[in-house]
């Protein structure tokens, strides 16, 4: 890892450690989510090669998986706060900025479709770092000037 290039020491701090343990998971279920999306597009051609991706292997509910996933997601992203201690700027922007595109894209991607499903990967992927990133930075920003 680079943290110690940074001048960070996560084994020195168990609470550096947690939240940067959560965030690893919550990006693992970020791509898992995108990963779904972008996999449906190719259901068809997976089943016929015996592939069986998520998008396959939970055909009948997908989206409920995604919203589950989305679900564990917004959680792994509030634990980081609350390990944070984190302002109401990280938890409006990361947690409630990821509750808004998350539930706008899973509502809205047509799982049939495979140039919907690449749209909504694409675009939904780029929506949902930016809103999640940009509470860490505002996090970051408000704890440098204070």
Not at 21 to 41: C, E, K, M, N, P
Not at 89 to 103: D, E
Request: contains cysteine; aromatic residues 10%; proline residues 3%.
């Amino acid at each position: 890892m680079a943290f110690p290039s940074l001048g960070l020491n996560l084994l020195s701090s168990p609470i550096r450690m947690a939240a940067v343990g959560f965030l690893y998971a919550s990006s693992i279920v970020w791509i898992v989510i995108l990963d779904t999306i972008y996999r449906a597009q190719d259901r068809k051609e997976d089943q016929k090669a015996a592939v069986y991706s998520m998008a396959v292997r939970h055909e009948k509910h997908t989206k409920f998986l995604l919203i589950a996933l989305g679900i564990l997601q917004v959680f792994l992203l509030a634990i980081i706060g609350i390990v944070m201690k984190a302002g109401p700027a990280f938890f409006s922007s990361s947690c409630g900025g990821a509750i808004v595109i998350l539930s706008i894209m899973i509502h809205s991607v047509d799982l049939k479709d495979p140039s919907n499903c690449l749209w909504w990967f694409q675009n939904g992927g780029v929506a949902s770092a930016t809103v999640i990133a940009s509470g860490f930075l505002t996090e970051y920003g408000i704890r440098l000037i204070s």
